[in-house]
């Protein structure tokens, strides 16, 4: 079974809003990552965060983690049609799997 | 440089036979990974190479599947009596240690 959770499922904005998404998740961590999907292809890597991290940004990405609720979040500001995509969360728990959540399909209308 | 690739790209193949899927990781990244995904769900850990053992295979769902990695660079992933509910996108992997993974396109398998 997958350990992380997205939410919403399903999200649609306006280009140039922001969107959060946010994943929750089972056990103990040593870091969470954000992934991209596009439609069809590839998982993209976008932002690591470690446990002993609270909030880390790239670019226009915001990754929050709260481990005492065991959840983060991901904030993508001024978005664009470009940003259409499924986005994941994966959890490291210190062994050698990494676990991905069901994902958050957003889409950014021009 | 090149990026993950995997070979076919599609494979339509009947209840029963047997399939290999490749994967050719970013050279130089020791850890490799094989994921399934399908429809609507995130991607589900299936096996770990770190060079050329497997170091957890405990995401393999039966004896069916298989992996190798005899070199330390390419892997087979390979799947015994195929079902209809093996049909998903495989996804391979490879990263340095345990940060960013790199995946390929995937290999999208139908079991008819």
């Known amino acids: 079974s997958q350990q992380g959770e997205e939410d919403p499922q399903a999200l649609s904005i306006q280009e140039g809003e922001n969107a959060t998404m946010n994943c929750s998740y089972k056990?103990?961590?040593?870091?969470l990552q954000w992934y991209r999907q596009n439609s069809g292809r590839g998982l993209v890597h976008l932002i690591l965060?470690?446990?002993?991290?609270r909030e880390k940004h790239s670019g226009r990405l915001r990754v929050t983690l709260d481990t005492s609720k065991k959840s983060s979040s991901l904030l993508i500001t001024a978005s664009r049609a470009a940003d259409t995509a499924s986005y994941f969360c994966?959890?490291?728990?210190?062994?050698?799997?990494?676990?991905f959540g069901t994902g958050t399909s957003l889409t950014v209308i021009p | 440089g090149a990026g993950v690739s995997q070979t076919p790209s599609n494979k339509v193949t009947e209840k029963g036979k047997y399939v290999e899927l490749r994967c050719d990781p970013i050279?130089?990244?020791?850890?490799l990974y094989w994921y399934r995904q399908s429809l609507g769900q995130g991607p589900e850990f299936l096996i770990y190479?770190?060079?050329?053992?497997?170091?957890?295979d405990s995401g393999l769902p039966n004896d069916r599947f298989f992996a190798v990695r005899p070199e330390g660079s390419v892997s087979t992933l390979k799947i015994q009596r195929t079902e209809r509910g093996d049909s998903a996108v495989y996804l391979c992997?490879?990263?340095?240690?345990?940060?960013?993974?790199?995946f390929g396109p995937g290999t999208r398998l139908t079991v008819l």
């Open positions: 992997a490879s990263s340095v240690g345990m940060y960013e993974q790199f």
């Open positions: 056990t103990s961590i040593n870091n």
């Open positions: 965060i470690r446990s002993n991290e």
């Open positions: 994966a959890t490291d728990a210190g062994g050698n799997q990494f676990y």
């Open positions: 050279s130089g990244h020791t850890a």
């Open positions: 190479f770190q060079g050329t053992g497997a170091a957890d």
